[in-house]
C-alpha cells in the first residue's frame, strides 16, 4: 500500500492550493483519511481529518479556510486551502488508517511543500 501526495506549491498570500493524497495497493477500505503539517522547530499537527462516513474535524488556525473531503471510489482525499496565509507555510503530509486483510494499519505519504509569501 502506497500513499502519494501531491499539489503542494508557491502561493501568495491570499491564494488556494488543493492538495490530493491518493492510496494505492491491496486496500479493503479506507477508515480516516488526514492531513498533517510539519514546520521548521514544530511537532507535526493535524491539520483535518475525514473518517469514513464523512465526518470532518479540523485544527483551529484552518477552520473556516480549509476543507477536506474524500472520493471513496478512487481512495483520495483533497485538502482544499483557501485564504492562505504564511503561517500555512510547511509540508504537508497525508495519513490514512487503512483495512487490509482485517487488520487496520496507519500510512504515511511522503509530504508535499506549501508555501505562501507575503
Known amino acids: 500500500v502506497q500513499l502519494q501526495a501531491s499539489g503542494g506549491g508557491l502561493v501568495q498570500a491570499g491564494g488556494s492550493l488543493r492538495p490530493s493524497c491518493a492510496a494505492s495497493?491491496?486496500?479493503?477500505?479506507?477508515?480516516?483519511m488526514a492531513w498533517y503539517r510539519q514546520t521548521p522547530g514544530k511537532q507535526r499537527e493535524l491539520v483535518a481529518a475525514?473518517?469514513?462516513?464523512?465526518?470532518?474535524n479540523y485544527a483551529d488556525s484552518v477552520k473556516g479556510r480549509f476543507t477536506i473531503s474524500r472520493d471513496n471510489a478512487k481512495n483520495t482525499a483533497y485538502l482544499q486551502m483557501n485564504g492562505l496565509k504564511p503561517e500555512d507555510t510547511g509540508v504537508y503530509y497525508c495519513?490514512?488508517?487503512?483495512?487490509?486483510?482485517?487488520?487496520?494499519?496507519?500510512?504515511w505519504g511522503q509530504g508535499t511543500q506549501v508555501t505562501v509569501s507575503s
Open positions: 475525514i473518517r469514513n462516513g464523512g465526518l470532518t
Open positions: 495519513n490514512a488508517a487503512i483495512w487490509i486483510e482485517g487488520v487496520l494499519r496507519l500510512y
Open positions: 495497493g491491496r486496500i479493503s477500505s479506507i477508515n480516516t
